[in-house]
């Protein structure tokens, strides 16, 4: 199994031996605006990393762009500020996993900060659910 680093200040993913710790990103995370994005928080389980989209491959969270119902819309909104708060919290670790990519072209990615999933961190708040291949109806 390989896993990838980020190599900053690139936004290069380069393969790493699977006994080597994936070397630490760090980074200033917003919300994503309606402008060109790079660096920004899309929602709880999607965001831009130099340019990259990357999807959190471990969980699958509320939806904030056209939610189900309102208590969906309460969820994700929450969901994408505990996950920017959790992004911004120091270094973390970008981990590949089965598949590099989702069909959306997004690059899938395990989040991890001293071996700890951050997607089982917003599993345990109630913000997420681990992803088990399809998504959950929030309503």
Not at 21 to 35: D, I, K, R, S
Not at 67 to 74: I, Q, R, S
Request: proline share 4%; with cysteine.
């Amino acid at each position: 199994m390989l896993r990838f680093a980020m190599l900053l200040p690139f936004a290069l993913l380069i393969p790493t031996p699977a006994t080597g710790a994936a070397e630490e990103v760090n980074a200033t995370f917003l919300a994503c605006g309606a402008g060109k994005r790079i660096t920004c928080v899309v929602d709880g389980d999607t965001f831009w990393l130099r340019g990259d989209k990357i999807r959190i491959a471990d969980i699958n969270t509320p939806e904030t762009h056209r939610p189900g119902c309102a208590v969906e819309a309460a969820l994700g909104a929450q969901a994408k500020r505990r996950l920017t708060q959790l992004l911004n919290a120091g270094p973390f670790a970008l981990e590949s996993g089965k598949r590099d990519t989702d069909r959306y072209g997004r690059l899938l990615r395990t989040v991890t900060r001293s071996g700890k999933s951050l997607g089982e961190v917003l599993v345990t708040e109630g913000l997420a659910e681990r992803w088990n291949g399809r998504r959950r109806n929030w309503c």
